[in-house]
């Protein structure tokens, strides 16, 4: 299993681009999630998806867009790049139940927007 | 809604030390709580989680954890560190009726020298 995949890697953007980051998952898991990283913040949920065609907002979802076509694929779209989602952004994925599954963490997209 | 608080930001600390990673939560409900360790350059995985029952959780890597709901405490400890045991520790928590949302803590940086 490769567990939890997120491409790209690194990613520069202009202020007002658009681009999606890629999140898949291999374990047939029902749960996936979006969070940012920031310096003294640490996670911060923007959305997340109950299963194939359920996505719901987090904690801060302005300015991003989700949809789960797949159990697989959970794809985050920046609509408009801000400076402010200057970020780490990490794609998870659990069984079911995120407050008690295990959530398991994918390696992590590193975004700047100039 | 709940909230966490890491006490320490950063902990320095010798190998073969013992270390204490402080974490409190609020909630005005029953909770469940977790410890995640990011290594550098990865995403997170989980270490041990609170869901009930004994008080004192063990975790992988010779990490334990004791809940005090008196306190509402739930803080993250190790009797020998080793050079690996560098990273980042988070502190998370959900409440038992909400099935998707963890809020994390703003995270302790641990720093073990030789």
């Known amino acids: 299993n490769a567990g939890v995949t997120q491409t790209p890697k690194f990613q520069v953007l202009k202020t007002g681009q658009s681009m999606t980051l890629q999140c898949a998952q291999d374990?047939?898991?029902?749960?996936m999630s979006w969070y940012r990283q920031d310096p003294g913040m640490g996670l911060r949920l923007i959305h997340y998806s109950v299963g194939a065609g359920i996505t719901d907002q987090g904690e801060v979802p302005n300015g991003y867009n989700v949809s789960r076509s797949t159990t697989e694929d959970f794809p985050l779209r920046l609509l408009s790049a801000a400076p402010s989602q200057t970020s780490v952004y990490f794609c998870?994925?659990?069984?079911?139940?995120?407050?008690?599954?295990?959530?398991?963490f994918g390696p992590g997209t590193r975004l700047t927007v100039l | 809604a709940q909230s966490v608080t890491q006490l320490d930001s950063q902990v320095p600390v010798f190998e073969e030390a013992p270390v204490e990673l402080r974490c409190n939560y609020s909630s005005s409900v029953s909770v469940y709580l977790f410890w995640y360790v990011q290594y550098p350059n990865q995403g997170l995985q989980l270490l041990l989680k609170?869901?009930?029952?004994?008080?004192l959780v063990k975790g992988i890597n010779g990490f334990e954890a004791e809940f005090n709901k008196s306190q509402t405490s739930f803080h993250l400890r190790k009797p020998s560190v080793h050079i690996s045991d560098t990273a980042e520790y988070f502190c998370?928590?959900?409440?038992?009726?909400?099935?998707?949302?963890?809020?994390f803590g703003a995270g302790t940086t641990v720093t073990v020298r030789a």
């Open positions: 998870a994925s659990s069984p079911y139940r995120a407050v008690t599954d295990t959530q398991y």
């Open positions: 998370a928590v959900s409440v038992t009726s909400n099935d998707y949302k963890l809020s």
């Open positions: 609170y869901l009930s029952g004994s008080t």
């Open positions: 374990m047939n898991h029902e749960y």
